[in-house]
Nanobody, 119 residues
């Protein structure tokens, strides 16, 4: 069974930084595309950043401040968040395309980690 476990959330002041991690565990062949989403209370879940074989893309609201990366060998994804703003406060979720076998794809979500930015 594939599991995604996020870590690194917490409380910071505006202008601070946090790095979120997403560890993929289970009996899998490989990890493919990874993405980070966030959901604030009363809002829909939104895409924050994605990393694929072709590159990375970001929501306009985080461009220049957030950096998405992954270590395929370690099966860990990262979201480096700098210059945090109060509007970045949300639960952050990791999503990954996982190859369970060479020909069996799957998509999984993590349980989420809370990021709170205060002024």
């Amino acid at each position: 069974q594939v599991q995604l476990v996020e870590s690194g959330g917490g409380s910071v002041q505006t202008g601070g930084s946090l790095t979120l991690s997403c560890a993929v565990s289970g009996s899998i062949f490989a990890v493919g595309n990874m993405a980070w989403y966030r959901q604030a209370p009363g809002s829909q879940r939104e895409l924050v950043a994605r990393i694929t074989a072709e590159g990375t893309n970001y929501a306009d609201s985080v461009k220049g401040r957030f950096t998405v990366s992954k270590d395929s060998a370690k099966r860990v994804g990262y979201l480096q968040m700098n210059s945090l703003k109060t509007e970045d406060t949300a639960a952050y979720y990791c999503n990954a395309d996982v190859w369970v076998t060479e020909v069996t794809p799957s998509n999984s979500w993590g349980q989420g980690t809370q990021v709170t930015v205060s002024s």
